[in-house]
Structures are given as structure tokens and as C-alpha cells.
């Protein structure tokens, strides 16, 4: 007979060949590379995103990479040169260097009030601001959601919430706490997971689903009662069993906001080894 443990890490291993293999799909087989230039005044800009409006009235996302060379700070209605690539997102594109020509916008281009046509949100398109939007989520400071699954040894059927806190030192690192409820027909769980997570750099940023690796400590409280009566009914706080684990995850996050994982438990029993779980981030 396996152990279970062996089990989940044989399931993690699997997980992360899937990820990688559904990460490089994402990537098809891309053309020269074509450089663009564009000179135009600043709609909005966040820390992975830009949004620059010409003075033909075209609106252009960018997205931010590592190698992006960019100023600390990007003021909104100031005048920017921007060089740019394509990236395998349609309408968007990556930004390779950004210059700032000017902190505001010329008398010319300033409408009532003094501010800058392109700073006006009611003027950019319906389409170009879901994009940001889409893009944005993946790096907004705070996010919360729940979570469904189920786990194996003990079996149970998991709900639960989560929020999202970061970025922590480095854009793609994040604090990501969770609570987990697990109800079975012998097992009953309250589950606290003080977890990290890291977007993996296997795929694009602009790319809708990002890979993530994580980790962290699992504050299990359990209750085993074999009396058919009460189970799913009810978790017994009269005689639980408390025990510290530690959770090694990965999974995949849609940017949109759903997202799948499979976590891997150790120091745990008698909470569940492994789990499968599906859930949405606002």
C-alpha cells in the first residue's frame, strides 16, 4: 500500500508538469519581434500597467516586465515616449523603456479645469478600461474570495475564504492567509493557513492564467467521531486535536479571478494530507 504522503507529493509533481506544460501552450511560436514608438499623454498608470491617449485620440495598454526601464514615477497627464513590443495578448503591449517628456500636459492639450483629456475617465473606451482592469487585478494590493474542494485522507468536503495581501518585497510575492472548513462522515476541521505565494515567471504577464508556488504553516483543529449520527452535522470543540503542519501548494490563477490548487500537508494528521480546490478572487 502507498503511504499517503508519497501520494501527495506524486500529485504536486504532476500539477507543476501540467502548469508548465499549459504555461509554454500559452506561448505560441511569435514573429521578428516588432519595436513601436508612441509619443502621448498618461490615462492612468499602476504598478504593472499603463495606459497612454495620442494626440490622434488612440489608446494604448502597456504591461511592465522586469527588464522595463521606467521612471519611479509616471504622474498622471504628463507626456511620455514610450517603446514598446507586442505581447501575446491582443491590445496589449509589453513596455520596453518609458521616457517622461513632459510632468504635465501643455496649455493646448488641457481641457476645462486645466486637466489633461487623457486623465478624464469618462473619455477612454469601455473596451481599453476592462483590459486595465483585467490586468490590474493580478497586482492589486488587496484581494479576498472563497474557496471550495476536497481532500483525501481524511476524505472531506472543504468551503472556505481567503484574502490576498501584498505585494511583500517583490511584485509577484504575496501574503495569502486562508480559512478552510472541512466536513466528513468521521473527520470535522477547522483549517488556518498563513500562506505565501510566488507567481512563477514561466509564463508572460499579460498572459490570462499565471502560475503560483506556495507555502506556509496550516493551524489544524480536528475532531474524529465515529458515530454516525453526528456527522456532517456539526464540528465537536469539546474534543478536538489541535496540530501545527505545513502546507506546500501550487496552482493556477486566471486573471479574471478563478483560480485552482492542490496543497500537500506534512506534520499534520490527523488533518487531510491532500487537497484539490477551486475557487474565485475579487
Known sequence: ????????????????????????????????????????????????????????????????????????????????????????????????????????????????????????PDLVPREVRALESDLKRQTRRFGAGFRMGTSLDSELFLVGVQARIGPVLHRDFWFRPNLEIGFGEVTSMVAVNLEFIYRLPISARENKWATYFGAGPGLNFTNQDFKKEDATTSIHWGNFEYKTGFNILMGMQHRKGPFVEVKTSIYSKPAPVLRLTAGYTF
Open 1 to 120: 500500500m502507498h503511504h499517503p504522503r508519497s501520494a501527495s507529493w506524486c500529485a504536486l509533481a504532476v500539477l507543476a508538469g501540467l502548469c508548465v506544460t499549459l504555461a509554454s501552450a500559452q506561448e505560441p511560436t511569435a514573429p521578428p519581434v516588432q519595436h513601436e514608438e508612441i509619443t502621448g499623454s498618461v490615462v492612468s498608470v499602476s504598478i504593472s500597467t499603463l495606459v497612454v491617449r495620442t494626440s490622434n485620440k488612440q489608446y494604448y495598454v502597456y504591461v511592465f516586465e522586469n527588464y522595463t526601464q521606467k521612471p519611479k514615477s509616471i504622474p498622471i497627464g504628463s507626456i511620455v515616449h514610450v517603446t514598446s513590443i507586442p505581447s501575446h495578448e491582443p491590445g496589449v503591449r509589453v513596455a520596453e523603456q518609458i521616457i517622461v517628456v513632459e510632468k504635465t500636459a501643455p496649455e493646448a492639450e488641457k481641457g476645462e479645469g486645466g486637466q489633461a483629456p487623457g486623465a478624464t
